[in-house]
């Protein structure tokens, strides 16, 4: 049993070291600018620039940086804002909290509740706690789970169009 | 035959549906190498729906999926809210519905032994014996009851489906299928004050699907092979439109022993004869065992309850079949409103096992017959979550014995409200559990049975969690309850008080002290049973009484974890922990008496004094105190996308203070020495007679009520507690490992692998050792397309026949064939 056992961590550990890196960051980046397409924030959330909060993500920060340099949010620079806990995330319109930090849902929505702003989590269930949008995988499939309600209790107009086309939860 | 004939059918119906449907193939003008060519610019560009079209026909990385499915996992039972498993404060292990399938695994105990920290061990064909940690079969020495677990709380979607009325749990009433499950989660270690008594050594949570707009319509799998097992369910699911979502399920399993012949055991000198020539304690089939005798009294006799006979035919119907049981489930989902959703579940099922025994009977096995239904309602409004579900029906826990078929009811109510105030979140709630057991209309007269009359198990709670974050990194965790129960009269407390600290995005640590205690049972509570023992020689009668007062068991416990992905691809969970089990109790010997059962022909005619003894067994506390540590490891990995491999090792150590080496038997032996011992037994046995002739003349005593006359009695037991004595119905070591390989994306090949090491189960009658076993499982799936997948599945492929259990049977490799489909 020992030799089968050492046999496989042998083949394992090869294969170990070609890991791919995935086309998932990207997507997701590409998400939240669509987002930004579909959703109306309210007059004081306005400024020069459309602010996008990163807690924990450096893949998802670093694709985002690409679309800041080539795209704007209307007629709004977007600027990319990385930070490590809750306490650093500044007034924002949109934070996207990575799967890593999902445990920190909770403390982030109680802490951005009367703020004019778009929570995204990378983590299905996430809407119960406070996101108004979750990324999912379904059959292979890059989704996101909606909960307009509580886009809508900060402050936000979402379009109908981004509400079709996520899995609508309460 | 007939059954193989329609399992053709039904395969090649499923087949040509599938071919058909695979006709319908994707329409799109993009394609994967044009989208991957896009610039970021050209991507940002695409509408919503453009962009999820582009996204789609690319996909997400087989291997970031596979990331997703298998090292970034949800759980909510843990802390009642979803969070990353990774992140869970306690020692819990999530298996998803497609692990399961992809296993091979034929029912959901046997699924179980994917899971780190398990032992599951085989009875029969198809029947479990699951146990988290171990600590089982304790107190031993006693009745295989003791060997039920008592100390895990299994639970569909929070409902409690234990039985109250002995301990344990009836794995074949439950009444789902894998087509029902979504997940099963379990938490090691005492979560009582989160899901109230008996999960001291943990909870399993089964989490049934939600229906969705991905949901297929139907669904199913089906499976046959070796020992004329048959295993199918199928599901019919739709989301209506966005209120209403409705399901139909059901399931189906029959599966035959490797032989038709019950074990006769030796139950202490026993003299066994069939047709006249002495035989030894061994297997025969009923027809035999209904002609055997004990010494000059029948082995199995005959009876009648309600113009019913009661024999061996009644209590072993079908000897040859191991199970067989049909569950159907209905669901209904209803989103009254944006913050308000209500969620109905109702079903039933019926099933019949031949399994363990929870009485004392010449055979440890038996056959449990039961039909059940239930309807579970769950309701969320806002951060206020409801439950309510209600449990009815009948079960028979060893058919053919008077006095062990009974009708339950069983209510539980409960609330709770999540309240987040950023840092600090606190759930409240409260509950109430009632628990009644009634023999009532299945015996012959008053008496006959345990309870005698319907009994009701009372349990009032409320909780309340405190889930503090004073950082990023540290989680403080302090859950408590109190229970107030009816019988017996008493508030027991459980806590957990839990530390968490996350070191980096891939490292955490955590430390755990909790402690949960047992309910109280029917049986430990109410038990008022005489029997009028028949087939041994000695004792004549035996007084089964309850204890209403008795302390009920807890569990404390000290853990610390790490969990840690120190790759992308790796996820590796090790956990130490430390219990102290105490207020173990039994049905054992509070005294002996010997009597004598003619009294007035002794009187009247002369004849021999018939003396013999009379045992009384109460519920009792016992000093006994177990400790166990031990330690699991575990790891997951992502070896690449054609490669998934999983992996758990458990060494664990037990030691008894207080433990009571002696059997019950030994106890009654040793006061029948003490009594028989007395020289002055002849004159004390002409005294009871003389008193019981002068009790009957003077109208004290009436000899149709009391048949026999108390000669003496004593309840002394010798003093031989030992302390430190090492407990080795728990296997030191167990665990398991799998490969899931897929060579190519239409083959999939599971290997799986489990082993327990050496265990000496003690009985009341004998002491057995059960040697280490490792076994092998493979199931190879081929997906002939995404509606339909054919498979090959192969159970303990080495035939390793060894018993897993007990007296239990010696269960061979099997081999069965079958498909999953979709539509």
């Known amino acids: 049993m020992r030799k089968s056992i050492l046999l496989i961590c042998v083949l394992c550990l090869g294969a170990l070291l070609s890991e791919m890196k995935g086309q998932t960051a990207t997507f997701k980046a590409l998400f939240l600018y669509n987002f930004t397409k579909n959703i109306d924030w309210p007059a004081e959330a306005n400024g020069s620039d459309l602010v996008i909060t990163i807690l924990g993500d450096d893949d998802v920060s670093a694709e985002l940086e690409k679309i800041a340099k080539v795209k704007k949010a209307g007629n709004k620079s977007i600027k990319i804002v990385q930070a490590r806990s809750v306490k650093e995330v500044g007034d924002s319109h949109i934070v996207f909290l990575g799967a890593a930090k999902s445990a920190l849902m909770q403390t982030l929505s109680y802490e951005q509740q009367d703020k004019p702003v778009l929570l995204v989590a990378d983590k299905g269930g996430l809407c119960k706690q406070g996101a108004g949008i979750s990324f999912v995988t379904v059959s292979g499939k890059l989704r996101y789970e909606i909960c307009p309600a509580l886009i809508e209790s900060h402050n936000l107009k979402v379009t109908q169009k981004i509400i079709s086309l996520g899995i609508e939860v309460q | ?823």
């Open chain 2, 1 to 823: 035959m007939l059954k193989t004939k329609y399992i053709i059918i039904v395969l090649f119906s499923l087949f040509a549906c599938a071919g058909v449907m695979a006709q319908e193939g994707e329409k799109t003008s993009l394609t994967k190498e044009k989208v991957l060519s896009m610039t970021t610019e050209e991507l940002s560009a695409l509408s919503l729906e453009d962009l999820m079209s582009a996204i789609d026909v690319v996909g997400v990385s087989s291997l970031e999926e596979l990331y997703e499915l298998l090292l970034n996992k949800d759980v909510t039972s843990a802390s009642k809210s979803e969070e990353s498993l990774f992140d869970s404060p306690l020692s819990t292990t999530v298996l998803s519905h497609d692990q399961i399938i992809a296993s091979g695994a034929t029912t959901i105990e046997e699924a179980l032994r994917l899971v780190p920290g398990l032992i599951v061990r085989e009875k029969t064909n198809g029947n479990f014996d699951v146990h988290i940690r171990g600590n089982d079969n304790l107190p031993a020495k006693n009745m295989l009851l003791y060997s039920e677990n008592m100390n895990t709380l299994v639970m569909i979607n929070g409902r409690p489906v234990f039985n109250y009325s002995h301990g344990g749990t009836l794995w074949e009433t439950l009444p789902v299928g894998f087509e029902d499950i979504d997940r099963i989660e379990v938490v090691r270690g005492p979560s009582s004050a989160l899901y109230g008594p008996n999960a001291l050594s943990g909870v399993i949570n089964i989490i049934t699907q939600t229906i969705t707009d991905e949901s297929p319509l139907v669904s199913g799998n089906v499976q046959a092979g070796s020992l004329n097992t048959l295993i199918g369910d199928i599901a019919y699911r739709e989301k209506l439109n966005d209120k209403i979502s409705i399901g139909v399920t059901g399931n189906f399993e029959a599966r035959d022993r490797e032989r038709e012949e019950i074990l006769i055991y030796d139950r202490g000198g026993s003299q066994y004869s069939l047709d006249g020539q002495p035989v030894d304690p061994g297997y025969y089939n009923v027809g035999e065992i209904n002609r055997m005798r004990n010494g000059s009294l029948p082995v199995w006799p005959p009876y009648d309850v309600k113009g019913e006979r009661y024999d061996i035919y009644k209590s072993f119907p079908d000897p040859e079949q191991a199970k067989e049981r049909r569950g159907i489930n209905a669901y209904l989902d209803y989103k009254v409103s944006e913050s308000t959703n209500i969620s109905l579940m109702a079903g039933h099922q019926n099933s019949q096992a031949v399994t363990s025994s929870m009485g004392d009977v010449p055979t440890p096995y038996t056959t449990k017959i039961a039909s059940t239904s239930y309807v579970d309602m769950r309701a969320n409004y806002k951060g206020l979550s409801l439950q309510a579900n209600y449990n009815g029906g009948t079960i028979d826990y060893m058919s053919g014995n008077e006095g062990f078929e009974l009708d339950n009811q069983q209510l539980n109510l409960q609330a709770e409200y999540d309240w987040n105030l950023g840092k600090v979140s606190i759930r409240p709630g409260v509950s109430y559990q009632s628990m009644s057991y009634d023999d009532s209309e299945h015996i012959a007269k008053v008496g006959n049975g345990y309870l005698n009359q319907k009994r009701t198990i009372n349990i009032l709670a409320g909780s309340a969690r405190f889930d503090y974050r004073p950082t990023d990194k540290l989680r403080l965790v302090a859950a408590l309850r109190a229970e107030k129960y009816n019988k017996p009269d008493d508030v027991y407390a459980s806590w957990q008080l839990v530390g968490s600290y996350k070191i980096s995005d891939d490292n955490i640590v955590r430390a755990v002290y909790s402690r949960a205690n047992q309910s109280s049972f029917l049986v430990n509570t109410y038990s008022n049973y005489t029997w009028n023992v028949v087939n041994m020689e000695y004792p004549r009668i035996m007084q089964f009484d309850g204890n209403e007062d008795h302390d009920l068991k807890t569990m404390d416990m000290f853990e610390v974890g790490y969990r840690t992905r120190p790759a992308k691809s790796l996820f590796l969970d090790i956990e130490a922990f430390y219990t102290i089990s105490e207020d173990f109790g039994a049905l054992m010997p509070s005294s002996t008496s010997f009597a004598v059962f003619n009294p007035l022909d002794v009187a009247m005619t002369g004849a021999t004094p018939d003396v013999n003894g009379i045992v009384n067994i109460n519920y009792q506390n016992m000093d006994l105190v177990a400790k166990q540590q031990g330690v699991t490891a575990s790891f997951d990995w992502v070896i690449s996308e054609k490669l998934v491999a999983n992996g758990n090792f458990t060494y664990q150590q037990t030691k008894l203070d207080n433990y009571f080496p002696l059997n019950r038997n030994e106890v009654v032996g040793y006061q029948a020495g003490v009594l028989s011992a007395d020289p002055d037994l002849p004159t004390k046995i002409g005294q009871a007679i003389a008193d019981y002739v002068g009790g009957v003349q003077g109208g004290l005593i009436n000899p149709e009520e009391q048949t026999y006359a108390i000669v003496s009695s004593t309840g002394g037991v010798p003093d031989v507690e030992q302390d430190d004595y090492e407990h080795k119905a728990t296997p030191s070591y167990f665990g398991g490992f799998s490969l899931t390989y897929r060579p190519c994306k239409k083959l999939e090949i599971f290997p799986q692998a489990y082993f327990f090491g050496e265990q000496t189960f003690e009985n009341q009658y004998s002491t057995e050792t059960i040697d280490a076993k490792f076994l092998l499982n493979a199931k190879v799936s081929y997906k002939a397309n995404d509606n339909l997948t054919f498979f090959v599945n192969g159970r303990n492929i080495l035939n390793m026949k060894d018993r897993e259990f007990a007296y239990m049977d010696e269960i061979p490799g099997m081999v069965l064939g079958g498909l999953n489909f979709k539509f």
